[in-house]
């Protein structure tokens, strides 16, 4: 199965923003929809984002739509998570895996990697 490295957390100030980054090792992402979801202490896991295997399908969740843009470059096995407009609120580590985009995006995920902290504090 797809082995996937997620990169590029850190501890920014409301408002801020951070690019995540999720690279493939293994195998080729173009034959899979890659998504994000985040886990925060004493919280339910959350879907965040989902991009189709040709980018035609993203998803968001309504928490981060308009704040939030995911792509992905294939040549570079590489799916990206821009993050803007951050608010503590977005605390959590967040990870990258496989999902399906479309309806109920956020059941999918399977196949994530370690994950990257981000933490949103003044």
């Known amino acids: 199965q797809l082995q996937l490295v997620e990169s590029g957390g850190g501890l920014v100030q409301p408002g801020g923003s951070l690019r995540l980054s999720c690279a493939a090792s293994?195998?080729?992402?173009?034959?899979?929809?890659i998504g994000w979801f985040r886990q925060a202490p004493g919280k339910e896991r959350e879907g965040v984002s989902c991009?189709?295997?040709?980018?035609?399908?993203?998803n968001y969740a309504d928490s981060v739509k308009g704040r939030f843009t995911i792509s992905r470059d294939n040549a570079k096995n590489t799916v990206y998570l821009q993050m803007n407009s951050l608010k503590v609120e977005d605390t959590a580590v967040y990870y990258c895996?496989?999902?399906?985009?479309?309806?109920?995006?956020?059941?999918?995920?399977?196949?994530w990697g370690q994950g990257t902290q981000v933490t949103v504090s003044s």
């Open positions: 991009i189709s295997s040709n980018s035609r399908v993203k």
């Open positions: 293994g195998f080729t992402l173009d034959y899979y929809g």
């Open positions: 895996g496989k999902c399906r985009a479309g309806g109920f995006w956020y059941a999918t995920f399977d196949s």
